[in-house]
């Protein structure tokens, strides 16, 4: 890519080729990046792209369920013995075919099932995350800007490890829904980006602003509407059509470097 484009939020469309997007859970995607996954579709229709894939990280089953469940899974209508993993991966296929991608998903399980010290952390995920990543042979990764959420800073770290190894792909975030209006949050991982060396920028990707397409992916996941709405205001946020923001992550250009000690 020219350094003029680079400059001024340029993407490249072979660059978009073969897209993966990393969700922590099974919704995340869609509720940040749906629109874009859509315009990929389009895209893919026309011939111009490949196709998208969705990588649900936190999408195994626990090694037992909480009984009774927890108050975000009962809020969705579980309750003792159901099997949560099962119904939401039925609720992620129908989502991906709205949005026209594939679900994969890894075996790690949310952490509200999981007491702290069972928990994965990022150097136990990356090894997965990045055999998948390489089975699918994306040209660009997006991940969560990790906020809030213990698994969404844990998809993003154990992102941020496999693009050590693979430069090659172009590497961008994805604005967490929800999570990024909390204050300071958005601003405090732009920072943190900022003074590791790998400056996140916003870019000009495409999307589709079909608000109804989104919306109907969305409301695939059933079992998850009620406690989105109590806790994340979610059709308060869908009818404000809050716009997806995608931030190149790559180090600045050179000779821009001094501006780390402004």
């Given at each position: 890519?020219?350094?003029?484009r680079?400059t001024w939020g340029g993407?490249?469309?072979a660059?978009?080729?073969?897209?993966v997007?990393l969700?922590?859970?099974?919704?995340d995607?869609?509720?940040?990046?749906?629109q874009?996954?859509?315009r990929?579709?389009e895209e893919?229709?026309?011939?111009?792209a490949?196709?998208?894939?969705?990588?649900?990280?936190?999408?195994?089953?626990?090694?037992a369920?909480?009984?009774?469940?927890?108050?975000?899974?009962?809020?969705?209508?579980?309750?003792?013995?159901?099997?949560?993993?099962?119904?939401?991966r039925?609720?992620?296929r129908?989502?991906m075919a709205?949005l026209?991608?594939?679900?994969?998903w890894?075996?790690?399980a949310?952490h509200?099932?999981l007491?702290?010290?069972?928990?994965?952390d990022?150097?136990?995920?990356?090894p997965?995350l990045?055999?998948t990543?390489?089975?699918?042979?994306?040209?660009?990764?997006?991940?969560?800007?990790?906020?809030a959420n213990?698994d969404?800073?844990?998809?993003?770290?154990?992102?941020l490890?496999?693009r050590?190894?693979?430069q090659e792909?172009?590497?961008?975030a994805?604005?967490?829904?929800?999570?990024?209006?909390i204050?300071?949050?958005l601003?405090w991982?732009?920072?943190?980006l900022f003074?590791s060396?790998?400056?996140?920028?916003?870019?000009?990707?495409?999307?589709?602003t079909?608000?109804?397409r989104?919306?109907?992916?969305?409301?695939?996941?059933?079992s998850?509407i009620?406690?989105?709405?109590?806790?994340?205001a979610l059709?308060?946020?869908?009818?404000a059509?809050?716009?997806?923001?995608?931030?190149?992550?790559?180090?600045?250009?050179?000779g821009?470097e001094a501006?780390?000690?402004?």
């Amino acid at each position: 890519m020219e350094d003029q484009r680079v400059t001024w939020g340029g993407v490249e469309s072979a660059e978009l080729a073969r897209i993966v997007v990393l969700s922590p859970h099974f919704d995340d995607a869609a509720m940040g990046a749906g629109q874009m996954l859509v315009r990929h579709a389009e895209e893919r229709t026309r011939g111009t792209a490949g196709r998208a894939s969705v990588v649900t990280v936190l999408g195994g089953r626990p090694p037992a369920y909480p009984d009774p469940p927890s108050p975000w899974d009962a809020l969705g209508g579980f309750g003792s013995g159901d099997d949560v993993v099962a119904r939401r991966r039925e609720e992620d296929r129908a989502a991906m075919a709205v949005l026209g991608a594939d679900p994969v998903w890894l075996d790690f399980a949310d952490h509200q099932y999981l007491q702290p010290a069972h928990r994965p952390d990022p150097s136990d995920v990356a090894p997965v995350l990045e055999d998948t990543l390489v089975g699918v042979g994306p040209t660009a990764v997006f991940v969560p800007m990790g906020l809030a959420n213990p698994d969404h800073v844990l998809t993003h770290e154990a992102a941020l490890i496999v693009r050590e190894h693979h430069q090659e792909w172009a590497w961008f975030a994805y604005e967490d829904h929800g999570y990024k209006h909390i204050p300071g949050l958005l601003a405090w991982r732009v920072s943190k980006l900022f003074r590791s060396g790998l400056w996140p920028t916003p870019a000009l990707v495409p999307v589709t602003t079909d608000t109804d397409r989104k919306r109907r992916a969305i409301w695939c996941y059933a079992s998850q509407i009620a406690p989105l709405e109590r806790d994340h205001a979610l059709t308060e946020r869908l009818d404000a059509n809050v716009a997806e923001q995608f931030w190149r992550l790559a180090p600045p250009p050179a000779g821009w470097e001094a501006l780390v000690d402004v």
